[in-house]
């Protein structure tokens, strides 16, 4: 929204007269043109936040509300018609601005500009130079004690800005980290994807483990570090996994590399749909790489030769991203979303040594990985291709010529979804004199897979199908 309709504009209306200033991410942001800093304006004011807000509402179209944040603080929002624009309003916290600007967290954030004088910047602690030279500086001492969720949003800014922290930044980040482990999960998380999915996922991460911070949230992620993997790996099981999620950021950003041309549309199209919990099943997938490996530090099993292995790390690594989920209090269908990841990352690996494979061989695989029969597949080749020990060259060329053509079918499988069976259950259990029962589901799941496989396209075959089987004929594929 820009020109006479915008919220800076409707804000200056409503609260003119009134001492009200804009500040943080909005100045910031502003100062830096980034997309959204005219449509998402954070204000305080010196009184009632509940009457700014009022005054704004009473200002804008209709279709306008206002709600409250914060009952401990007084904090409300106003919220525009079809959600196109938002005001966060607070009281000033102290006895004026200076006090409020200097109780915030970096210098970049500790900024303000009057409503009626946009432009007119106030910056006690320096936050525009810093800005100016991608520097991120803690406003004192203490700012990051004062809420140790703050260290996570230290690692989130520098990624999201390109910024570089000072080494007293770093250093307090490392002093206060201990207290996240008593901050609110949902706020944790709330970082934690913000960083994870920014377009610098493993600097953030880096910054989390520098400071100590991965150990309080994501201590089975810091437990990866020095496990030693197989031959066939090139990195311990910590820097494979980061190499994995290098691999799916590459990815998003160019599908065509790594898939081809054929497959680049639907692959991205997939990677852009919403999953759950504000992420896009691309950014589900990130955290299907950050964890697909999770339970290798504790199913790590010496073998014969000197060699390791890593036994129902796929099971295993299944429970323990649910389990991590749960504990960030992500959304249900995340969690399950992650952990059929995390359960069937291993599954296409293992049919290369099958390769070619026959019509069954693949219809068992998408039914098996099913509803993430395409992300699993995505993953298995980002996982692959971050693997890079021994004969290399040669084993992501076999992985390939399996996996290729097994993400043409699995993006025709989701895109195409349920099929109307060529004949129902009652049917066929009165065709064949039988008893609804397990054996029934059986055949019925035997006719799907020959009609995936082309051996059966009618309900007459079907039967005759299902006949056969009854009779102890032998299956194909």
Sequence with gaps: ??????????????????????????????????????LDLDLVVRGDPRCAAQAIR?????????????????????????HSW??????????????????????????????????????????????????????????????????????????????????DALAAARAAAPGLAAVAAERVFSELRLIVGSDDPLRGLELLDATGAAGIVLPELVALHGVEQTRYHHLDAYGHTLEVLERVVDLERDPEGIVGSTRAAATAALLEEPLADELTRGGALRWGALLHDIAKPGTRTALEGGRVGFPQHDREGAAMARAILGRLRSSERLREHVAALARHHLRLGFLVHERPLGRRQ???????????????????????????????????????????????????????????????????????????????????AEIEEARFAGEVTTAEQAVGEARRLLRGGVESG
């Design 86 to 167: 938002q005001v966060d309003i607070a009281a000033l916290r102290g006895q004026d601005l200076d006090d409020d600007l200097r109780a915030r967290d970096f210098t970049l954030n500790a900024m303000a500009e009057p409503v009626g004088d946009p432009g007119a910047l106030i910056d006690p602690t320096g936050g525009a130079a810093d800005l100016a030279a991608s520097r991120l500086r803690i406003v004192s001492a203490t700012a990051l004690d004062e809420d140790p969720l703050r260290v996570l949003r230290l690692a989130r800014l520098a990624v999201e800005l390109g910024l570089e922290p000072d080494v």
């Design 362 to 444: 693949v219809h068992r695989y998408l039914l098996a990985c099913a509803p993430v029969e395409v992300d699993v597949t995505l993953l298995s080749l980002a996982d692959r291709l971050a693997t890079r020990g021994r004969r290399h060259e040669e084993s992501i060329a076999h992985h390939l010529e399996v996996a290729l053509p097994m993400l043409d079918d699995a993006l025709a499988w989701r895109a195409r979804g349920p099929q109307r069976p060529l004949v129902r259950g009652d049917e066929l259990a009165r065709a064949l004199g039988i008893a609804p029962g397990p054996r029934l589901g059986e055949l019925l």
């Design 1 to 38: 929204m820009s020109g006479g309709n915008g919220p800076l504009e409707l804000v200056r209306t409503a609260l003119a007269g009134h001492d009200a200033w804009l500040v943080g991410g909005t100045v910031r942001d502003r100062l830096l043109d980034r997309p959204g800093a005219r």
């Design 58 to 82: 009473e200002t804008a179209p209709r279709g306008t509300a206002m709600f409250a944040l914060s009952e401990a603080f007084g904090a409300w929002r106003v919220v525009g018609p079809g």
